[in-house]
């Protein structure tokens, strides 16, 4: 099992949201972060050169999967999230050592599965 975090782009959320679904992912949490890409931009001050570290609006999605999900979610966070501009994001592919669901006690595999509820 993993956990797979994607930071994308705030405006590439309902994208990314359809071709999840699409990918027949279902669960996971959407949290609005702030963040740093790594590039700097060096801002002259009257002792001498500062860097500038400027944060800016991301969204992280948090997505816990089975082994065989890992690369259909991976593939459709790729396709969904990428303008080919610097600042696309990064996605993040962590082990996860157990998963429980808390309604029910199942474990793992069982607890990342959806259910259907009936209406
Ligand atoms: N090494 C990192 N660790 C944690 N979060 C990161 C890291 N790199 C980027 N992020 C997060 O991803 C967001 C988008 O980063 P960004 O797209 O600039 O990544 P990048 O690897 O520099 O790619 P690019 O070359 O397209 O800029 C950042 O605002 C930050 O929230
Ligand atoms: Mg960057």
Same mark, same amino acid.
Do not use: C, N, W
């Given at each position: 099992m993993k956990l797979i975090r994607a930071i994308v782009r705030p405006e590439k959320l309902g994208d990314v949201l359809k071709a999840l679904f699409q990918a027949e992912v279902h669960g996971l949490t959407v949290t609005h972060v702030k963040g740093h890409g790594g590039e700097t931009e060096l801002v002259e001050t009257y002792r001498g050169t500062t860097v500038k570290m400027e944060l800016h609006d991301k969204v992280m999605l948090d997505i816990g999967v089975s082994d065989h999900f890992v690369e259909p979610t991976v593939q459709a966070i790729l396709q969904s999230a990428r *303008? /080919?501009?610097? /600042?696309d994001g990064k996605i993040f592919v962590i082990p996860v050592e157990k998963i429980y669901?808390?309604? *029910?006690g199942e474990e793992d595999e069982a607890a990342v599965t959806p259910v259907t509820v009936s209406p």
């Amino acid at each position: 099992m993993k956990l797979i975090r994607a930071i994308v782009r705030p405006e590439k959320l309902g994208d990314v949201l359809k071709a999840l679904f699409q990918a027949e992912v279902h669960g996971l949490t959407v949290t609005h972060v702030k963040g740093h890409g790594g590039e700097t931009e060096l801002v002259e001050t009257y002792r001498g050169t500062t860097v500038k570290m400027e944060l800016h609006d991301k969204v992280m999605l948090d997505i816990g999967v089975s082994d065989h999900f890992v690369e259909p979610t991976v593939q459709a966070i790729l396709q969904s999230a990428r *303008t /080919g501009e610097v /600042g696309d994001g990064k996605i993040f592919v962590i082990p996860v050592e157990k998963i429980y669901r808390i309604r *029910t006690g199942e474990e793992d595999e069982a607890a990342v599965t959806p259910v259907t509820v009936s209406p």
